[in-house]
Protein backbone atom coordinates (compact mmCIF):
# COMPACT_ATOMS: atom_id res chain seq x y z
CA UNK A 1 0.00 0.00 0.00
CA UNK A 2 2.95 2.15 1.16
CA UNK A 3 5.89 2.44 -1.64
CA UNK A 4 8.79 4.14 0.03
CA UNK A 5 11.81 5.37 -1.72
CA UNK A 6 15.15 6.31 0.00
CA UNK A 7 17.04 8.68 -1.32
CA UNK A 8 17.45 12.56 -2.51
CA UNK A 9 13.95 13.29 -4.06
CA UNK A 10 12.44 10.26 -2.31
CA UNK A 11 9.19 10.25 -0.16
CA UNK A 12 6.32 7.69 -0.08
CA UNK A 13 3.48 7.25 -2.16
CA UNK A 14 0.40 4.99 -2.52
CA UNK A 15 0.64 1.59 -4.37
CA UNK A 16 -3.35 1.82 -4.72
CA UNK A 17 -5.49 3.92 -6.28
CA UNK A 18 -6.21 7.17 -4.21
CA UNK A 19 -10.38 6.20 -3.99
CA UNK A 20 -9.78 3.20 -2.71
CA UNK A 21 -7.58 4.03 -0.15
CA UNK A 22 -9.15 4.71 3.42
CA UNK A 23 -7.15 7.18 5.14
CA UNK A 24 -7.06 3.82 8.19
CA UNK A 25 -5.95 1.82 5.64
CA UNK A 26 -2.91 4.23 5.57
CA UNK A 27 -2.25 4.65 8.92
CA UNK A 28 -2.48 1.04 9.66
CA UNK A 29 0.05 0.52 6.93
CA UNK A 30 2.30 2.10 8.65
CA UNK A 31 1.63 1.93 12.15
CA UNK A 32 -1.76 0.18 13.10
CA UNK A 33 -4.21 1.94 15.15
CA UNK A 34 -4.22 1.18 18.73
CA UNK A 35 -7.38 0.86 20.93
CA UNK A 36 -7.46 0.80 24.69
CA UNK A 37 -7.97 -2.31 25.69
CA UNK A 38 -6.78 -2.42 29.65
CA UNK A 39 -6.46 0.60 32.18
CA UNK A 40 -3.16 2.01 31.49
CA UNK A 41 -2.82 2.65 35.03
CA UNK A 42 -3.24 -0.49 36.13
CA UNK A 43 -5.03 -0.67 39.11
CA UNK A 44 -6.24 -3.72 40.35
CA UNK A 45 -9.80 -1.95 40.52
CA UNK A 46 -9.52 -1.74 36.69
CA UNK A 47 -7.91 -4.68 35.61
CA UNK A 48 -11.08 -6.39 34.31
CA UNK A 49 -13.06 -2.74 33.17
CA UNK A 50 -11.37 0.60 31.89
CA UNK A 51 -11.20 3.39 34.47
CA UNK A 52 -13.44 6.22 33.91
CA UNK A 53 -11.26 8.27 32.06
CA UNK A 54 -9.24 5.61 29.89
CA UNK A 55 -13.32 4.30 28.99
CA UNK A 56 -14.02 8.10 27.53
CA UNK A 57 -10.80 8.02 25.80
CA UNK A 58 -10.97 4.48 24.04
CA UNK A 59 -14.99 6.02 22.92
CA UNK A 60 -13.13 8.86 21.25
CA UNK A 61 -10.73 7.01 19.83
CA UNK A 62 -13.19 4.86 18.40
CA UNK A 63 -15.10 7.65 17.04
CA UNK A 64 -11.85 8.51 15.28
CA UNK A 65 -11.45 5.51 14.03
CA UNK A 66 -14.54 5.33 12.26
CA UNK A 67 -13.75 8.81 10.76
CA UNK A 68 -10.62 7.41 9.63
CA UNK A 69 -12.15 4.51 8.26
CA UNK A 70 -14.67 6.95 6.14
CA UNK A 71 -12.27 9.08 4.79
CA UNK A 72 -10.38 8.18 1.28
CA UNK A 73 -7.34 9.68 0.31
CA UNK A 74 -8.76 11.46 -2.51
CA UNK A 75 -11.39 13.26 -0.45
CA UNK A 76 -8.32 14.88 1.18
CA UNK A 77 -6.82 15.49 -1.58
CA UNK A 78 -9.60 17.31 -3.22
CA UNK A 79 -11.03 19.24 -0.61
CA UNK A 80 -11.37 22.63 -2.07
CA UNK A 81 -11.73 24.68 0.89
CA UNK A 82 -8.25 23.67 2.48
CA UNK A 83 -4.90 24.66 0.91
CA UNK A 84 -3.22 21.97 -1.48
CA UNK A 85 -1.89 19.37 0.06
CA UNK A 86 2.18 18.45 -0.97
CA UNK A 87 0.73 16.03 -4.02
CA UNK A 88 1.83 15.39 -7.76
CA UNK A 89 -1.41 14.12 -9.06
CA UNK A 90 -4.64 14.75 -8.73
CA UNK A 91 -7.98 11.90 -8.13
CA UNK A 92 -10.71 11.45 -10.65
Not at 6 to 26: Q, T
Not at 53 to 80: G, I, Q, R, W, Y
Request: net charge negative; glycine share 4%; charged share 25%.
Amino acid sequence: MIVVQWSVGGGFSLSVDANDASVLDVVNAVDPFKRILTCLLKRFAYMKKLCPLHFKLAEEMESVEKVLAKTFVCDLMNDPSRPDPLIDSICW
